[in-house]
Nanobody, 124 residues
């Protein structure tokens, strides 16, 4: 089981930027796909971005395309989410998650381990 810890959330004004980090424990990080999800109050958890085991493949939700960048450093067991041009609707708790395979997925059901989440609040 991979343990995940997110950091980097905070309060930012609309148009600002944040970089989230997710540090994973365990020896399998470099062989598994990872993803970012978010959940706003009163809403279901939604997909944000995913990245394959090597970092060579990425996919984004339409709401994140052109503004967010997912990346990973397998030597540091760390995944990142760079968020630019933030909007109030990006507010929520951001979770990182890991899969048991190397290919990415946009479905939360395909992820087996989750972090505790980091709060992102974007003020207008």
């Amino acid at each position: 089981q991979v343990q995940l810890v997110e950091s980097g959330g905070g309060l930012v004004q609309a148009g600002g930027s944040l970089r989230l980090s997710c540090v994973a424990s365990g020896r399998t990080f470099s062989s598994i796909a990872m993803g970012w999800f978010r959940q706003a109050p009163g809403k279901e958890r939604e997909f944000v971005a995913t990245i394959t085991w090597s970092g060579g493949g990425t996919a984004y939700a339409d709401s994140a395309k052109g503004r967010f960048t997912i990346s990973r450093d397998n030597a540091k067991n760390t995944m990142y989410l760079r968020m630019n041009s933030l909007k109030p609707e990006d507010t929520g708790v951001y979770y990182c998650a890991s899969r048991g395979t190397g290919s990415g997925s946009s479905s939360y059901r395909d992820y087996s381990s989750w972090g505790q989440g980091t709060q992102v609040t974007v003020s207008s």
